[in-house]
């Protein structure tokens, strides 16, 4: 089992531009209605489409990027049902493997979706069968898809040479899940920083309360997220990455997660570009 959210989302001080993204988040359940995967990992309590529309009322944000958690496993239909629901606000990013069809992915890709996810954590399984990666991944660059690359620290060290091959445009999940504790000068950082400049990486400042060791408001996340900002401004991505599931010591609210953005990028231009811009340009809002 793995905690709920916080129930009680504080109105941010923030105001979100019009069209703001949360770039990062999942929709859980209602599990009779989506049944969570029998070889999940973890089981989240339900947070359905109408608690997150609560949520986006609350926090100011229009738009958002549903990324298929892996308790739901391959069974991508909680993403595409919200999607077909948005009113074209919404876009996703799935969970696939082998068994998908070509005619499987182009459903998908009508269905909202510009994305697939990989899971590298530990908790969450682990290294992917890389033979099979390799496969999807030669087959989504024909869709314009890019890849959600969900690693650990270590992982940036261990992987950095796949991340120099890879021939569609790739997104690091929450800052690379890097430890403030250990410094702006770490080398999974370092690594990060420098995999950031590649034209074909983003990267989402999101996951303050993961990497944070001070606990909330979170605040030691904002030099990385600056550091961020400055190598690779236009290719960088926020989200709250509500309901904030396997989270540690501390259960964010969101409402602190959204008024740290201009702490992040005091720039009201800087905000547009990160907040509407960049998700408009990726998951191709527009069309």
């Known amino acids: 089992m793995c905690r709920a959210p916080d129930p009680n989302t504080r109105t941010p001080v923030y105001r979100p531009p019009p069209r703001a993204c949360d770039a990062h988040c999942h929709i859980f359940g209602p599990g009779d209605r989506y049944p969570y995967a029998p070889s999940r990992s973890y089981t989240p309590p339900d947070a359905p489409l109408a608690r997150f529309k609560a949520l986006q009322a609350t926090l100011g944000l229009e738009r958002a990027v549903l990324v298929n958690a892996s308790c739901h ?6 993403i595409l049902d919200a999607i077909a629901q948005s009113g074209g606000q919404y876009r996703g990013v799935a969970n696939v493997n082998d068994s998908f069809t070509d005619e499987d992915l182009e459903q998908l890709d009508r269905g909202g979706v ?3 996810r990989f899971n590298f954590v530990k908790h969450l399984g682990g290294t992917p069968d890389m033979e099979g990666f390799h496969r999807l991944v030669r087959r989504i660059q024909r869709l314009g898809w890019h890849l959600v690359l969900h690693f650990d620290a ?3 060290i ?3 040479r796949l991340l120099d ?4 445009p790739f997104v690091i999940d929450h800052m690379g899940r890097v430890s403030t504790r250990d410094g702006l000068e770490q080398e999974p950082f370092r690594l990060l920083l420098e995999a950031a400049q590649r034209e074909n990486c983003w990267v989402k400042i999101c996951g303050a ?3 944070s060791s001070a606990g909330p408001p979170f605040t030691d996340a904002v ?5 961020l900002l400055e190598v690779a401004a236009e290719r960088i991505l926020w989200g709250t990455d509500w309901p904030h599931p396997n989270t540690g010591e501390h259960m964010p609210n969101d409402g602190d997660l959204v008024d740290l953005i201009p702490a992040y990028m005091p720039s009201r ?3 547009q570009k990160v907040l509407v811009e960049n998700p408009d340009r990726l998951y191709r809002f527009g069309e």
Do not use: Y
């Open 73 to 78: 496993g391959i069974d991508n239909t909680v």
């Open 165 to 168: 091959r890879l021939p569609v």
């Open 223 to 227: 030099p990385f997220a600056r550091a």
């Open 269 to 271: 231009a800087l905000q």
């Open 114 to 116: 510009r994305g697939v």
């Open 154 to 156: 270590g992982d940036l």
């Open 209 to 211: 309360e993961r990497i």
């Open 158 to 160: 261990e992987f950095e």
